[in-house]
């Protein structure tokens, strides 16, 4: 039979322990005020997946340390219950004969824990054998939160305080008024106790939040913790933080959609790299700059870091280090790898944020191209002996009037245009040599031009595309965001310029216009490059490229070429997510054919 009633006496839990933890300052949601209902089962076996069935549910609903009602009720399994299970738990055949079915007392334990937190100990039994039931009769499962007391024991007991984390153990252990028996009701009674001599032993590490519960682990210290309080004036909005020590010098910088909640995350346990911890340690402070939108955060923190260079951010602190192919203008160009773009008429294809990547892409260009590899500056009518690499068919050898400057400065133009407007030449004449390769059951060295051309590729469309960007001197975009209010960027010559979010009750032409007027001066940069870091420049693009944008105003033109790199890019990585999934064996085996010249 099911029963339900109030009970508020000290002896089913009181509050006495909870009240010593009232007086907290918490972020999210405490702990004191959320309810929970903490449930307990018997069954006629240890699996659901053998066929065991509920006999017994038992539950109390508690907020606060206040006990607010129990739930109890025999379930009819229509099974015999085994001898030992019986021997057990006391529950008879006898005794279910006449209990109402799992159909019954299921929906009634669900309406009696509704809008809780379910809690249980070794929740993943008693929460399987619950959900198992409630999909076999056609019932939606709640959205339930769950805590497991037995999962949680574990991160904080150790073996002076209990031997084990049996809930029988841990009964004694915090001196529970209920002595677990197997029975349903009984054992949820003496979880409850356990379940607050946790959150007092936890109150102490400085959790008080179920965020913070949640999350718990004994690895991030209580020092940690404490330092909470610097999340606790940053706003729910998006935009970037700065970690900074007692010398205000930032130590990291980050951004994220909702600033307190991220920044919330490295006292609550959700943080547990050691970097970071160490990180928090030293810090005094976190200043927050709330911005318009999550792209605009994203690019101040890319220049913050790069102003900055804080010591725990890994990435994007040297974005002035990147590297550069430069097809030199001259009566005889070459190619070189340079640091930084001249105002010297000569074409650059890059950046390259690493020299190996650049060297890579350099290599394929001179596999395809027979430019001269010399680094003198040779004069129009040069006479001087050839070497090997023209001995070889590698270079048109202009040195020793083997070639003419019509001849060799058409080659230069197939290579300026595989730079900047087609992939072509490159993608077939490395797909040859690989091909070559691999019959010869070279499949290393195949490896080898099978890297450089994965370079060249994503560095052509990386340069075309940005170089797109750059060409304009202003674009404006604008999407609908999920809260249905439209984000706006003006974007000069690659760089984000201005941002913002037209509010319900404006015009959307005039607020534009405004944005545009007040939007930042804007220099284009020198060539190819963008008046940004490259970076910052891609992350931009993402976003305009991104399902939902749409065009205002283009000041300029922005197009990329038809038979440009990114063409061939999407097939190479499709090729390349596909290799990677091979053996050893499978792949040498697939190189010949994975390769194929653009047709």
């Given at each position: 039979?099911?029963?339900?009633?109030?009970?508020?006496?000290?002896?089913?839990?009181?509050?006495?322990?909870?009240?010593?933890?009232?007086?907290?300052?918490?972020?999210?949601?405490?702990?004191?005020?959320?309810?929970?209902?903490?449930?307990?089962?018997?069954?006629?076996?240890?699996a659901v997946s053998q066929g065991a069935m509920i006999?017994?549910?038992?539950?109390?609903?508690?907020?606060?340390?206040?006990?607010?009602?129990?739930?109890?009720?025999?379930?009819?399994?229509?099974?015999?219950?085994?001898p030992f299970i019986a021997v057990l738990t006391g529950?008879?055949?006898?005794?279910?004969?006449?209990?109402?079915?799992?159909?019954?007392?299921?929906?009634?334990?669900?309406?009696?824990?509704?809008?809780?937190?379910?809690?249980?100990?070794?929740?993943?039994?008693?929460?399987?054998?619950?959900?198992?039931?409630?999909?076999?009769?056609?019932?939606?499962?709640?959205?339930?939160?769950?805590?497991?007391?037995?999962?949680?024991?574990?991160?904080?007991?150790?073996?002076?305080?209990?031997?084990?984390?049996?809930?029988?153990?841990?009964?004694?252990?915090?001196?529970?008024?209920?002595?677990?028996?197997?029975?349903?009701?009984?054992?949820?009674?003496?979880?409850?106790?356990?379940?607050?001599?946790?959150?007092?032993?936890?109150?102490?590490?400085?959790?008080?939040?179920?965020?913070?519960?949640?999350?718990?682990?004994?690895?991030?210290?209580?020092?940690?913790?404490?330092?909470?309080?610097?999340?606790?004036?940053?706003?729910?909005?998006?935009?970037?933080?700065?970690?900074?020590?007692?010398?205000?010098?930032?130590?990291?910088?980050?951004?994220?959609?909702?600033?307190?909640?991220?920044?919330?995350?490295?006292?609550?346990?959700?943080?547990?790299?050691?970097?970071?911890?160490?990180?928090?340690?030293?810090?005094?402070?976190?200043?927050?700059?709330?911005?318009?939108?999550?792209?605009?955060?994203?690019?101040?923190?890319?220049?913050?870091?790069?102003?900055?260079?804080?010591?725990?951010?890994?990435?994007?602190?040297?974005?002035?280090?990147?590297?550069?192919?430069?097809?030199?203008?001259?009566?005889?160009?070459?190619?070189?790898?340079?640091?930084?773009?001249?105002?010297?008429?000569?074409?650059?294809?890059?950046?390259?944020?690493?020299?190996?990547?650049?060297?890579?892409?350099?290599?394929?260009?001179?596999?395809?191209?027979?430019?001269?590899?010399?680094?003198?500056?040779?004069?129009?009518?040069?006479?001087?002996?050839?070497?090997?690499?023209?001995?070889?068919?590698?270079?048109?050898?202009?040195?020793?009037?083997?070639?003419?400057?019509?001849?060799?400065?058409?080659?230069?133009?197939?290579?300026?245009?595989?730079?900047?407007?087609?992939?072509?030449e490159v993608v077939a004449a490395i797909s040859l040599?690989?091909?070559?390769?691999?019959?010869?059951?070279?499949?290393?060295?195949?490896?080898?031009?099978?890297?450089?051309?994965?370079?060249?590729?994503?560095?052509?469309?990386?340069?075309?595309?940005?170089?797109?960007?750059?060409?304009?001197?202003?674009?404006?975009?604008?999407?609908?965001?999920?809260?249905?209010?439209?984000?706006?960027?003006?974007?000069?010559?690659?760089?984000?310029?201005?941002?913002?979010?037209?509010?319900?009750?404006?015009?959307?032409?005039?607020?534009?216009?405004?944005?545009?007027?007040?939007?930042?001066?804007?220099?284009?940069?020198?060539?190819?490059?963008?008046?940004?870091?490259?970076?910052?420049?891609?992350?931009?693009?993402?976003?305009?490229?991104?399902?939902?944008?749409?065009?205002?105003?283009?000041?300029?033109?922005?197009?990329?070429?038809?038979?440009?790199?990114?063409?061939?890019?999407?097939?190479?990585?499709?090729?390349?997510?596909?290799?990677?999934?091979?053996?050893?064996?499978?792949?040498?085996?697939?190189?010949?054919?994975?390769?194929?010249?653009?047709?």
């Open positions: 039979m099911t029963t339900a009633r109030l009970d508020t006496s000290p002896a089913a839990g009181g509050s006495s322990r909870w009240e010593q933890q009232m007086s907290f300052d918490e972020l999210g949601r405490p702990l004191r005020e959320l309810t929970f209902c903490v449930v307990d089962l018997e069954t006629t076996g240890a006999t017994e549910i038992g539950a109390v609903k508690v907020r606060g340390g206040e006990i607010l009602g129990e739930f109890q009720t025999l379930v009819n399994p229509h099974a015999e219950i085994p529950i008879t055949n006898g005794m279910v004969a006449g209990a109402p079915a799992i159909a019954a007392a299921l929906p009634a334990f669900l309406e009696f824990a509704r809008g809780c937190v379910l809690v249980a100990h070794n929740a993943p039994f008693d929460v399987g054998f619950l959900k198992h039931n409630a999909e076999a009769l056609g019932h939606p499962w709640p959205t339930f939160e769950v805590l497991d007391t037995a999962r949680l024991a574990r991160r904080v007991i150790t073996r002076d305080d209990a031997p084990n984390c049996k809930l029988s153990s841990l009964a004694i252990a915090f001196g529970s008024a209920t002595t677990p028996n197997h029975r349903a009701l009984s054992d949820a009674r003496a979880t409850v106790d356990v379940l607050h001599g946790l959150f007092e032993r936890l109150g102490s590490l400085g959790v008080h939040t179920i965020e913070e519960l949640q999350t718990f682990t004994s690895r991030v210290t209580s020092a940690q913790r404490r330092k909470r309080h610097l999340a606790e004036d940053l706003p729910h909005a998006p935009g970037v933080y700065l970690f900074r020590d007692e010398r205000d010098r930032v130590l990291y910088v980050g951004t994220s959609r909702d600033l307190r909640t991220r920044v919330r995350s490295y006292f609550t346990a959700s943080e547990t790299r050691s970097r970071m911890g160490e990180m928090v340690g030293l810090a005094t402070r976190v200043e927050g700059i709330e911005c318009a939108t999550p792209l605009e955060a994203e690019v101040r923190e890319l220049r913050l870091i790069a102003q900055h260079k804080p010591r725990y951010n890994r990435r994007s602190r040297f974005p002035e280090k990147v590297h550069w192919l430069k097809l030199t203008n001259e009566a005889w160009p070459r190619l070189s790898l340079v640091r930084q773009v001249l105002d010297d008429d000569a074409d650059y294809f890059g950046p390259f944020s690493s020299r190996k990547r650049a060297e890579k892409s350099l290599a394929a260009l001179h596999e395809t191209f027979p430019v001269r590899q010399c680094s003198e500056r040779l004069p129009l009518a040069p006479s001087r002996s050839a070497c090997v690499l023209a001995e070889m068919g590698r270079c048109l050898s202009p040195c020793d009037g083997s070639t003419d400057l019509d001849r060799y400065a058409e080659m230069v133009s197939d290579l300026r245009a595989n730079l900047l407007t087609r992939a072509e040599r690989m091909d070559l390769l691999s019959a010869e059951e070279r499949y290393e060295d195949a490896g080898v031009h099978r890297d450089r051309l994965s370079a060249f590729l994503r560095a052509a469309s990386r340069t075309q595309r940005l170089s797109a960007l750059t060409r304009c001197a202003e674009v404006v975009a604008a999407r609908r965001e999920d809260d249905g209010r439209w984000a706006v960027h003006v974007i000069r010559f690659g760089r984000l310029a201005a941002a913002g979010v037209i509010p319900a009750d404006a015009h959307a032409g005039t607020y534009v216009a405004q944005l545009q007027a007040s939007a930042e001066t804007v220099r284009s940069g020198l060539g190819p490059t963008p008046a940004a870091t490259a970076e910052e420049t891609e992350k931009v693009l993402r976003w305009l490229e991104g399902v939902g944008v749409r065009l205002v105003q283009v000041d300029g033109e922005w197009s990329c070429p038809v038979r440009g790199a990114t063409r061939h890019l999407a097939l190479h990585d499709a090729v390349e997510t596909s290799r990677l999934a091979m053996t050893p064996f499978d792949e040498r085996r697939a190189l010949p054919t994975l390769h194929q010249p653009a047709r």
